[in-house]
């Protein structure tokens, strides 16, 4: 059956994300507001500015539904300022609110300015998914949040490392990156997302 | 901007993560502050960037005189004090502001024709730069020409410090059309429409084949209410840069949020008339029509 993606839109790079999935042949939904929840089988959070888009998601009454969807399975792919909104803890930050899920600390724009942003090679070691460990997958990092090395915590697997700290990170129906696979056009983890967490995810524990 | 290269480590400050913090701004709005306490209140409204400048631009018109980047003592402060990325103001054509501006670690410089132009012929040659910058246009052509010079974000000028959208949407308006022009043209009048709009060849290629700017494109000058920051949005805006609007009205804390608000929600008027209720004064303003040609700023850039 043919999926339909939410992808989160109160600010950021989200029209980036919805090319990625037209090109990947699924129909995307913007996202502002609870009504467009509706018949959605999995949600993207972009990256942007993570207080703008926390403000937007109590401001428009998001927050509660976004929770309740993704505590009972809903498969969430967030990147950046994303990866913030899914994370349980952050240093600094403790008070933002946010959707959380991810049983991990985050250290907003802690890889530095934006003078320091950077692109650099990854490797993606997922068992099962040759294609991404086939070739380096390009990380693009700009003022990013860093997931913190002894801040992960039981039920998160590290799928992938960049100088010793995870990049990319799944807690079940929840997937977590640093970077912004958005911007490569490379279209490999979300192709990856769509069809190892979203796929499934309605029929019970396939998801894992 | 090459894609598939072997390397190790890090590269910093490509083109990529240049177009990507604009990418990372879309949907949003960038505020004028002037102190770190409108800094706060800009973030704490919801404001995806803060610009930090001496003065916004309706004082700097009221004021007269050169204007000139901002004291990096000031600069500092607002950086202390926000999250978002802060960008900052340096002269057309002064790249020593520039230099300044990089080393205080600013996320973005805006090179402006609101301050006084340093050079009255050529602009920063932005390429040389690790920060990512950001111009003013009026047309197709001037935008080309800032991108080829490396600007990694462009805003329509609009006529800053006025409160008044008219040549807002006039520099949209004209972008827009002249964007969606070279999109039917065929490949042969390529050549002459890039030297007719003085624009590189390269970029004149490029906008013909994917029917838009190759870096993000923003509005900027005139934007004072919520109604003005949707209708930017729906002339092709992909943010909204607020200058004068929101501290020179009544209520800044309330119309920042509104307009903030009425960016996400530009195309539910439902929505925008809850956004608009009960804003206070918004700020007075210069109809643009009344301003002599040496006042207007836009008309500065090359």
Redesign the interface.
């Known amino acids: 059956m043919k999926k339909t993606i939410g992808v989160l839109?109160?600010?950021?790079?989200?029209?980036?994300h919805m090319k990625v999935l037209e090109s990947l042949g699924v129909s995307s939904v913007e996202v502002?507001e609870p009504d467009n929840l509706a018949g959605i089988d999995g949600l993207v959070i972009p990256?942007?500015?993570s207080?703008?888009i926390s403000?937007?998601l109590v401001?428009?009454n998001l927050l509660e539904p976004l929770k309740s969807l993704i505590e009972n399975g809903m498969p969430v792919f967030g990147t950046?300022?994303g990866l913030i909104l899914l994370a349980d803890h952050l240093v600094n930050?403790d008070n933002l609110p946010r959707i959380g899920g991810l049983n991990l600390t985050v250290a907003?724009?802690a890889y530095g300015?934006?003078?320091?942003?950077?692109?650099?090679?990854l490797e993606i070691n997922i068992p099962g998914a040759s294609v991404l460990s086939e070739s380096p997958f390009t990380g693009?990092?700009?003022?990013a949040p860093r997931i913190v090395a002894d801040g992960v915590g039981k039920g998160v697997e590290v799928l992938c490392s960049f100088e010793g700290c995870p990049v990319l990170v799944r807690q079940g129906n929840i997937l977590g990156a640093s970077f912004?696979p958005e911007?490569?056009?490379d279209n490999r983890l979300h192709e990856w997302f769509l069809s190892n967490i979203v796929t499934g995810a309605g029929s019970g524990k396939r998801a894992g | 901007m090459s894609e598939h290269k072997t390397w190790s480590g890090r590269q910093s400050s490509t083109w990529r993560t240049k177009v990507g913090l604009a990418e990372m701004l879309k949907g949003g709005v960038i505020m004028d502050v002037v102190t770190s306490e409108q800094a706060k209140l800009a973030e704490n409204a919801g404001a995806s960037a803060v610009m930090a400048l001496e003065r916004v631009p309706a004082d700097i018109r009221a004021d007269g005189g050169v204007s000139r980047m901002s004291d990096p003592r000031m600069i500092k402060g607002i950086q202390e004090i926000v999250s978002i990325p802060v960008m900052a103001k340096c002269r057309i054509g002064h790249f020593m502001e520039a230099r300044i501006l990089e080393a205080l670690g600013v996320d973005f410089i805006d090179e402006s024709e609101v301050l006084t132009p340093a050079d009255d012929q050529y602009h920063v040659d932005k390429n040389l730069f690790k920060v990512p910058f950001v111009c003013g246009c009026r047309n197709l052509g001037e935008a080309l020409r800032r991108i080829g010079e490396g600007a990694a974000m462009i805003r329509t000028k609009g006529e800053a410090g006025t409160g008044d959208v008219v040549e807002a949407v006039r520099h949209m308006r004209t972008l827009m059309d002249e964007i969606r022009t070279l999109t039917l043209l065929p490949r042969d009048q390529l050549m002459t429409a890039a030297r007719d709009m003085g624009a590189p060849y390269d970029l004149v290629e490029e906008v013909a084949r994917i029917g838009r700017l190759p870096v993000p494109n923003f509005s900027a000058g005139g934007v004072a209410t919520p109604a003005d920051a949707a209708l930017m949005m729906h002339l092709g805006a992909e943010s909204v840069f607020v200058g004068s609007g929101i501290f020179k009205s009544g209520d800044p804390a309330r119309r920042a949020k509104a307009i903030v608000e009425a960016v996400t929600h530009y195309d539910d008027p439902v929505k925008l008339a809850e956004i608009s209720e009960d804003l206070g004064e918004p700020m007075v303003g210069i109809n643009c029509d009344d301003l002599g040609e040496k006042e207007r700023l836009a008309v500065r850039g090359w």
Not at chain 1, 113 to 121: G, L, P, T, V, Y
Not at chain 1, 140 to 143: K, S
Request: hydrophobic share 40%.
């Open positions: 839109a109160l600010q950021g790079a989200f029209a980036r502002r990256g942007g500015e207080t703008t403000k937007m401001r428009w950046c300022a930050w907003r724009n300015r934006q003078i320091d942003s950077f692109e650099a090679a693009v990092f700009i003022r912004h911007l490569t056009g």
